[in-house]
């Protein structure tokens, strides 16, 4: 790749990021029916043509600036742990514990779930969250459990529902639906051990072999 194709590139990788960060606190400051492409533009310093160009809609844009929410910065997420289902479970499950406690989560999805009834082009758009670093990362190291496991088999798609949910349901949904819910670190540790310590318990695997 030639240094000019990887200066353009970088351009565009820094303009995105800009995009995405003004957007979000348009978003989130003025509503999705108040807060058009061109404020975006303005506020991110470039130029219409360069958001259009990335985002040719408002849908677009604002499914983008959820998912960016929800990624880690470069370098966060480590590998899980191999070896061992349950001690990678609640390795990726922190993770995603943390990403759901992010104020910009709670605040985004109470977005969706307000302006969607009113905009038919938000109401249909599909949120992709499988391309969350995290939840990538649990579904490879179910596979992997499925591989190597004794006991049953694992279907890494329903285990990372299972998963995902019971964690959701106790530190992020309480405080979705009200906003003064509050939950402790340790409180927020032990949802995500017991959730693992569950769906490991489901599928007959404790440990896998080295």
């Not at 978003?27 to 506020?43: H, I, N």
């Not at 960016?68 to 470069?74: D, W």
């Not at 990403?99 to 779930?113: G, K, Y």
């Not at 959701?168 to 405080?175: G, K, R």
Request: glycine fraction near 8%; hydrophobic fraction near 45%.
């Amino acid at each position: 790749m030639s240094p000019l194709t990887d200066y353009h590139r970088g351009v565009a990788d820094r303009n995105r990021a800009a995009i995405l960060d003004a957007a979000a606190d348009l978003f989130l400051e003025a509503g999705y029916d108040r807060t058009s492409l061109a404020r975006v533009a303005t506020a991110a310093g470039v130029s219409r043509a360069t958001l259009f160009k990335q985002f040719p809609s408002k849908a677009a844009l604002f499914e983008a600036t959820v998912l960016a929410a929800g990624g880690p910065p470069e370098g966060e997420l480590p590998a899980a742990r191999s070896g061992d289902l349950v001690a990678g479970l609640v390795q990726l499950g922190r993770a995603y514990a943390d990403v759901l406690a992010r104020p910009r989560m709670a605040r985004l999805m109470r977005t969706i779930i307000a302006e969607s009834p009113r905009f038919p082009e938000l109401r249909e758009r599909t949120f992709d969250f499988g391309t969350l670093p995290v939840l990538r990362a649990l579904r490879q190291h179910l596979v992997d459990a499925r591989e190597g496991a004794v006991g049953r088999d694992v279907d890494p798609e329903v285990a990372a529902t299972q998963f995902l949910g019971m964690i959701a349901s106790a530190v992020f949904w309480p405080h979705l639906v009200h906003g003064t819910w509050t939950i402790t670190d340790e409180e927020r540790l032990a949802a995500v051990d017991e959730a693992a310590r569950t769906v490991a318990a489901r599928y007959g695997v404790v440990r896998l072999p080295g």
